[in-house]
């Protein structure tokens, strides 16, 4: 699977967007582009995917360029609860495909 | 809707002590199930993952063994454990099917060994 580059932390405001970046610039044709993020003492969270298009579900939007080298997860209404570390994952999507977890961006927002 | 559950929450045990924790899956059926492992501070390792009854395959070489005795149910087990073993213990599953294969992770056991 490629590797994926994250800032190690970022602040929000709440109530304002988060943008978090990802750097995936050896990302193959067939590898898609995962987030996760994880609540402090809890099992990681399943955001949103995308391959090559723009995605938007009820959780985040994810923004992916169109050389496929970087991504932006973006949260359009931060709140506190969204504090967490946040993990952009690049992987073929294979049933048997083990998620490898980087170090991630811990997102604090505050008030 | 599906859910997945892991029990104990938390556990303590003492070195050399026997491991056994649980996970169980409703809402679905034939999914791949997976134990990872999250130690202080670090990302999440894969310990083992199943596509089905019986069907076990191991990432790392370690004191711990998996099993799948029913179709939802799975379990990680240890005849001793290391000081080492302690950690965040994640059960995850995904859809055997379609793609891409999300996995959706269970609410953990913290194992901390004495």
């Known amino acids: 699977d490629a590797k994926t580059t994250q800032p190690p932390s970022m602040d929000c405001a709440e109530g304002r967007a988060a943008n978090l970046p990802c750097n995936h610039s050896t990302i193959s044709g067939n590898e898609y582009v995962y987030w996760y993020r994880q609540i402090h003492s809890q099992g990681p969270q399943y955001i949103i995917h995308g391959l090559k298009n723009n995605e938007t579900n009820e959780m985040a939007s994810l923004i992916i360029t169109e050389d496929r080298k970087s991504s932006t997860l973006i949260l359009p209404h931060a709140t506190l609860r969204d504090t967490a570390v946040y993990y952009c994952?690049?992987?073929?999507?294979?049933?048997?495909?083990?998620?490898?977890f980087g170090t991630g961006t811990r997102l604090q927002v505050f008030p | 809707s599906q859910t997945i559950h892991q029990w104990p929450a938390t556990l303590v045990q003492p070195v050399g002590s026997p491991l056994s924790l649980e996970c169980t899956v409703e809402?679905?059926?034939?999914?791949?199930l997976y134990w990872y492992r999250q130690a202080a501070g670090r990302g999440l390792q894969l310990l083992f993952y199943?596509?089905?009854?019986?069907?076990i395959s191991s990432e790392v070489p370690q004191n711990l063994s998996a099993s799948r005795p029913q179709d939802r149910q799975f379990i990680l087990s240890s005849k001793k454990l290391l000081l080492s073993d302690s950690g965040f213990y994640l059960c995850a599953w995904s859809v055997g099917y379609g793609v891409p294969y999300e996995q959706y992770f269970g609410p953990g056991t913290r194992l901390t060994v004495t």
């Open positions: 994952i690049v992987r073929v999507a294979h049933n048997t495909d083990k998620l490898i």
């Open positions: 809402g679905t059926s034939n999914p791949n």
């Open positions: 199943s596509v089905g009854i019986g069907q």
